[in-house]
């Protein structure tokens, strides 16, 4: 079965400050990732996803196929970005597998 | 319009009673998906259905049943309300395919008294 881990629950760093926030995988193969952000009392929403290799709110995640890891970037963090960060596997042809990590609260600090 | 709708946004009740949340998508999307998210934010797929077919049922109690009259809603039914089911729950949807993202409705806050 297709499954990501976030070690880290809790994440905090300064305003200014570079930040990841680390996921790992447990398949093998060619695995396509999705990082999701929940904002506070907001729904959950993609914030972006490997294939499209796109920069979003300043946020990169690079696939590490050695170290199975997808970890989410950001250079300088933002008060703004404080939120719940979800790694998650994509579905298969059946729409199974959207399983997600546990989750980790990213909290940036003035 | 609102992509991916669940009513209501907060449902208080008893211990005991029978409630339901309703999700609809607009997207034409062909699965939906219920989750929970606990106190601690933990995000857990319950079900999801693919053409009117259940496709995941991750342990959750038979207390619990989704019913989807077509494909563009799929509701959430629960008997026998327990204070441990206190929870948000969201709904979402997906077109089937392979790596295709999922859309979230805003989420129903469950409080069992």
């Known amino acids: 079965a297709q499954r990501v881990t976030q070690p880290e629950k809790l994440l905090s760093v300064f305003k200014g400050a570079p930040v990841e926030l680390k996921c790992n995988y447990s398949?093998?193969?060619?695995?396509?990732l999705f990082w999701y952000v929940q904002y506070s009392r907001q729904r959950l929403q993609l914030l972006l996803r490997?294939?499209s290799r796109e920069s979003i709110k300043g946020f990169t995640a690079d696939l590490n196929k050695g170290e199975t890891s997808f970890h989410l970037k950001k250079p300088f963090a933002q008060e703004e970005d404080s939120a719940m960060y979800y790694c998650?596997?994509?579905?298969?042809?059946?729409?199974?597998?959207?399983?997600f990590g546990p989750g980790t609260r990213l909290s940036v600090l003035p | 319009d609102t992509a991916v709708s669940q009513t209501p946004k907060y449902l208080v009740t008893q211990m005991g009673n029978d409630k339901s949340i309703k999700c609809e998508q607009n997207l034409g999307h062909d699965t939906m998906y219920w989750y929970k998210q606990d106190s601690k934010k933990f995000l857990k797929i319950m079900f999801s259905?693919?053409?009117?077919?259940?496709?995941i049922n991750e342990t959750v109690p038979n207390r619990f049943s989704p019913k989807s009259p077509d494909k563009a809603h799929l509701n959430l039914h629960i008997n026998s309300l327990e204070l441990g089911d206190s929870a948000v729950y969201f709904c979402?949807?997906?077109?089937?395919?392979?790596?295709?993202?999922?859309?979230f409705g805003s989420g129903t806050q469950l409080s069992v008294l």
């Open positions: 998650a596997p994509p579905a298969d042809n059946y729409g199974q597998n959207f399983v």
């Open positions: 398949y093998s193969g060619s695995p396509e």
């Open positions: 979402a949807s997906s077109q089937r395919g392979a790596n295709e993202k999922l859309f």
């Open positions: 259905y693919n053409n009117k077919e259940l496709i």
């Open positions: 490997h294939i």
